[in-house]
């Protein structure tokens, strides 16, 4: 008997890990969330990037959270039907191990009015100095799980080396830059094809991660605004 409740114990566990998982993947088909990096975009990103380091998966991250906690607490803004002020925590999920590094979800706790795509900061590779962020898509968690390879369509959003917007100031279109300030990056994108674009900012800090996060769209519709409260 005791073995059988331990069974069922370990597979509820494991239930509830895969469905936590999946709730960072439910992104509406027509929800403006980044738009769509072309072909030339990408390379004209990825020129600036500095060579992938190779590491073993023991080694901390250099800009990543560097201790082994689950979930760090935020003061959070957030302009949505209603404004809301509130600490809230989020959650730090590993997907999948990689050979040299590792896959987690980014999520927000529930915050009463903000729609759960919201929530899901997205779906981040980590190795070394370099974080790669993906959309929290069915299709990009599938790939990730199987700890082989990466995503086509994940973008560097924090390394050592800045990495210049492809697009110049007032050129209309998808914007997506890395600036470097000592010891903390802070990732810029902005679509200004329309007055109403979508935008979002990681800062990250050598030694404490993810330290400040920002998103919404123009005129702070439907924005959030992150700082990390450190201990």
């Not at 959003?157 to 903390?184: M, R, T």
């Amino acid at each position: 008997m005791m073995k059988r409740r331990w069974t069922w114990g370990c597979a509820l566990l494991i239930t509830t890990l895969l469905w936590s998982l999946a709730g960072c993947s439910r992104i509406p088909a027509d929800q403006d969330t980044r738009p769509a990096v072309s072909k030339t975009q990408q390379e004209r990103l990825n020129k600036d990037a500095t060579p992938t380091p190779t590491i073993t998966p023991k080694e901390r991250p250099a800009y990543f959270f560097s201790d082994d906690r689950s979930e760090y607490v935020y003061h959070g803004s957030f302009l949505f039907n209603d404004i809301v002020e509130q600490d809230v925590r989020l959650n730090i999920d590993p997907i999948a191990q990689f050979n040299d590094g590792m896959a987690y979800a980014l999520k927000l706790e529930p915050v009463e009015g903000v729609p759960e795509e919201r929530l899901c900061l997205g779906y981040f590779y980590v190795e070394g100095d370099r974080i790669y962020r993906f959309e929290p898509t069915e299709e990009n968690l599938v790939i990730l799980q199987k700890g082989k390879e990466l995503p086509q369509n994940g973008m560097i959003i924090c390394q050592d080396k800045e990495i210049e917007d492809p697009l110049g100031e007032d050129e209309p279109g998808y914007h997506a830059y890395l600036e470097a300030q000592g010891n903390v990056r802070v990732y810029h994108s902005y679509n200004s094809q329309v007055n109403s674009g979508y935008y979002e900012s990681y800062t990250w800090e050598k030694g404490k991660g993810l330290t400040a996060y920002r998103s919404g769209f123009g005129a702070e519709r439907d924005a959030i605004e992150l700082k990390l409260i450190e201990d």
